[in-house]
Nanobody, 123 residues
Framework: VQLQAFGGGSVQAGGSLRLSCAAS????????MGWFRQAPGKERELVTT????????YYAESVKGRFTIGRDNAKNTVYLQMNSLKPEDTAVYYC?????????????????WGQGTLVTVSS
């Protein structure tokens, strides 16, 4: 396992969760990282990306202002702080490492994937 996501769980609408993605066996400090999610019956979608040095981020419109991505390259870890959660945020969340140092929205640009962590938001 090279990427492992954890921190998912069940929360009521309006609550918060913090996901973490820890890398092992290799460093991803030179790679952009992303969080994706897949809701039941839907395709996997991009949530947010962060450049290798944290200098550039991107958020899907649906999470902008509520989610914050961060990274600690010294710890080889990427975070996703999720606030004001909504039932439509319910999904399996995946972290992924991009081939390049800058983020992109194309899933094919991400060549390492974590196993996913389930987030359930109840109304």
């Amino acid at each position: 396992v090279q990427l492992q996501a954890f921190g998912g769980g069940s929360v009521q609408a309006g609550g918060s969760l913090r996901l973490s993605c820890a890398a092992s066996r290799r460093t991803f400090s030179n790679n952009a990282m992303g969080w994706f999610r897949q809701a039941p019956g839907k395709e996997r979608e991009l949530v947010t990306t962060i450049a290798w040095n944290g200098g550039s981020t991107y958020y899907a419109e649906s999470v902008k202002g509520r989610f914050t991505i961060g990274r600690d390259n010294a710890k080889n870890t990427v975070y996703l702080q999720m606030n004001s959660l909504k039932p439509e945020d319910t999904a399996v969340y995946y972290c992924a490492a991009n081939r390049c140092s800058r983020g992109s929205s194309f899933q094919s640009d991400y060549n390492y994937w974590g196993q996913g962590t389930l987030v359930t938001v109840s109304s």
